[in-house]
Nanobody, 122 residues
Framework: VQLQASGGGLVQAGGSLRLSCAASGRTSSSYVMGWFRQAPGKEREFVAALSLTGGGTWYADSMKGRFTISRDGVKNTVYLQMNSLKPEDTAVYFC????????????????WGQGTQVTVSS
C-alpha cells in the first residue's frame, strides 16, 4: 500500500485546512486509515483514524470537535478536515494504514505516507 498525503500549508490561527491521503496498491491490506502528527522536538502523536469496514472513527481527545476524518471509497482517499486551527497544531501530518480498529499508537500502523507540513501562524 502506498500513501500520498497532501493539502498542508500555511494558515492563520482560526483558519481551516483539509488534508488528503490517497491510497494505492494493495489497499485491501489496510482496514484502518489514520492521521498522526509530529511537531519539531516532539514525539509523533495520534490525531484521528477511521475503519474502512464500518468500525467507526476515533480521535485524540484534543482534536475532538475541531478535526473530522472522512473517506471517499471510490477515490481510495481519506481526508482530515481541520477547523479552528491553533499555532500548536503546527506539525508535519502523516497518514498511516493498518488493520487494528481503535489503534492509536504508531507501531500499530504498517503503512505510512511521506507527511505534509501544516503551519499555523498566530
Amino acid at each position: 500500500v502506498q500513501l500520498q498525503a497532501s493539502g498542508g500549508g500555511l494558515v492563520q490561527a482560526g483558519g481551516s485546512l483539509r488534508l488528503s491521503c490517497a491510497a494505492s496498491g494493495r489497499t485491501s491490506s489496510s482496514y484502518v486509515m489514520g492521521w498522526f502528527r509530529q511537531a519539531p522536538g516532539k514525539e509523533r502523536e495520534f490525531v484521528a483514524a477511521l475503519s474502512l469496514t464500518g468500525g467507526g472513527t476515533w480521535y485524540a481527545d484534543s482534536m475532538k470537535g475541531r478535526f473530522t476524518i472522512s473517506r471517499d471509497g471510490v477515490k481510495n482517499t481519506v481526508y482530515l478536515q481541520m477547523n479552528s486551527l491553533k499555532p500548536e497544531d503546527t506539525a508535519v501530518y502523516f497518514c498511516a494504514g493498518g488493520s487494528l480498529v481503535r489503534a492509536v499508537r504508531g507501531y500499530e500502523y504498517v503503512y505510512w505516507g511521506q507527511g505534509t507540513q501544516v503551519t499555523v501562524s498566530s
